[in-house]
């Protein structure tokens, strides 16, 4: 204890300025510092009693029983569970409208990033329910509506290079009803399209699902700009669908193409988990809610047996960030194994957006995003006590003292 | 065991409760395409009835017709068996997201691009001893694209599910396509609007097309879109596939072909969708060469678009001499199937050889696929109907069907 506070002291007055405004003392030790706990839950279904994770300069150095960290090293005690924390998928309400066009139809060049603001609150809100990285994507009303971001929660740093192009294979393309340039609905639910300069549908907009799709193979036949890039498998796709029959449309899209990237899909995509697994594509589910009574955990058992990569998305009716473990305790509930339900909320949910090797897991190399847990981070009944993203203790998160 | 039936209710239970939807997961195996069937009766759609007869049925296809035989250990036993019917108009993609409106001369697109293979219809449609359609976009457009041939059952794989044959280019004359902008009641919603209004705009676009597609024939820098649809079907290689119920609207159909050959720029196939009133001027069809698809027949005599359909159509196409089939608009409830339209046009006068070929060999002709579907034959594709007694009587049922060799419904025929 005595070593330790001498520690804290020594680089509070040396370190000062090597980060700003730390929210704790242990993230500016250059010997960085490991956390101790009697539960470290590392990824896949393997977990530490006792255990300890050193992480230095925003990185997981190592992991184990013992690691081998220089003396210089902060050494904090804590009490619960430890794990990694949680990648939440295809977020829309962040983004907000602002990245909703409604009067571009196809706009692959747009990027999510520029409009998007690290220290907004909904940031905060999803770090103190354990989520330390989000994928954003943008409320698609667009055929292509661009790059979204994945971003960190606690800091608001973007994980560099890792977006994906959205595409929409579902009928929310189709809805664009209020705004005249875009067409009105001229009652039983067909849109006539006409501009107000004159021109017919001046915004490129398609009504139907073979005119939508015609579009995009012309614009990967002319292999331009994004499109470009999504071809020569330099850029991800992410590719939206509901129904069934639109994620075997978007599947044979990706199939066609050569497409890497993730299927956002409906409740019902187990039934065509073999044909998932067969492209590669990861899958972003839509999570519980009371709202949203299509959620199926027989989607999520069926990927699972098809060892098919998937997570959660926050885009449902009800996006509390909470969604996200209690769709994942409704799986194991139905059925899904512990670890692949907890793969689902982390190293799953990464895969399925090609972030594998940057978090997910507590495992050397990977960015230091741990949860302190009041129990097993699986079991609904555990609470967050602390939230570390890039090695940064997140502040305002208060320590519950959970009933275990 | 006691155990295993507890946790299966538990879990069933723990997963209707808190989901609220649970399904049976789709069966990994692959369902038999082979069969044995025994009926008293088959009726081959090549003129012949055979009795006592032994169907077996491998990989999919016809394997073997035995006559004058007894049942086999296993076979599935009827009275009567027919080969799987074909629908030419039957309905099944009547949504909005299949109509591209941005367009009104879509022949670009495809409707199997709009397909839902997981929907309910199909499975409903194939009970009703429908076995293959030609899926139509809807007719929305003037010209809404190409038609797809499917199987009603098989893969959800669209790839593996649709069928090669004769292509379609699907487009409406009368009311559908100029209804879209309430031309009924009023002036329309504004100047810009794409669509026609009238029967007029409606037959100006198709004959425009048309003619701007010859002219880029000859001149290039005219060429558009897809212009070449339009030179294939003026060359007979695309069927050009009309909906026309009233007089009106097939005459105007009929015209458009005859005025096309007269002007030198080929000789389309017209098949006519509908042709409710076509009795009224079965001569002009003749004359034509085009074909008819027949509406399914009302029992108030009036059809779509104010048409007046006599039961004697049928019959009176038959005597004429014009290739038709029959058409259930994709009626699956009992009295709208396609074999109750076949019972409607004997009801007018059609004999039953001429019946069952109008929802068997004629369509697949139509399609031409008479070399793998529409009779049953050996080497054919398993597509059969069998019925607990004379074919398209109000009070035969059907008690089973195979659709590529698959037993679809029900799934314990009932004896006779």
Redesign the interface.
Known sequence: MFALSLTLALFAGTGSGVAPKAPAATTVAPAGFVLEADHVHTGAGSILEPGKVWIRNGKIEAVGTEVKAPDGAVRIKVEGHLSAGMVALGETSLLGYEAADTTRFIMPEAEGRLGFDPKMPGLQRLAKEGITTVVLTPPSHSLAAGRGVIAKTGTGRIVARAESMHMAFD?EM?KQRSDPSN??D??????????AS?A??PN????????A??LLEERMADGKGAFGHLGEGKLRGWLRSG???EA??AL?FAKRHKIQGTLEAG??V???AP?VKASGLGVALGT?SERA??????SAI?LARESVPFGFCLNAKARHASALRLSAA?CR???LSERDAWAALTSGAASATGIQDVVGELAPGRDADLVLWTGAPTELTSQVMRVWVDGQAIAGINAKKGAK | MGLLKKRLFCTGLAATVLTATTWALPQEEKPSDDASIFVEVLHTSTGDTLKNVHVTVKDGRIDTITAGTKAGENSVTGAVLTAGMIDLSPHITYANNAVEQTNELESRLSVAGALDLFSPTWKRLARTGVTTVLVTPPDRNVVGGMCAIMKTQGSTDLAKRQLNGQSFLRGAMGDAPSSGNRPAWGSPDSIYNRRPTTRMGVEWEWRKAFYDAAAAGEFPELEFPGADVFRAVLAGNVNLYVQAFAMLDIRTAVFLKEEMRDQGFGEMNLWIDGGSESWKDAQLLKRSGSGVVLAPFPASGRSNERSFMAWRVAKDLAEAGIPFTLSAHGGTRPGTTIGDQAGRAMHGGLDFQRALNAVTIEPARALGMEDRIGTSAVGKAADLVMWSGPPFELTSRILAVWVDGVLITPSTPQKN
Do not use: E, W
Not at chain 1, 204 to 211: A, I, K, L, T, V
């Open positions: 009928s189709f067409g009105t001229i009652g039983g639910g067909f849109i006539v399209f006409f501009g004159g017919v549908n490129g907009y398609r009504s139907s699902y073979p005119g799709s015609a129904t069934r029959a075997s449309r044979s409740a019902r187990g039934d065509l044909q519980f009574p299509h959620f199926s955990s027989q069926a409704l509930k139905a059925g």
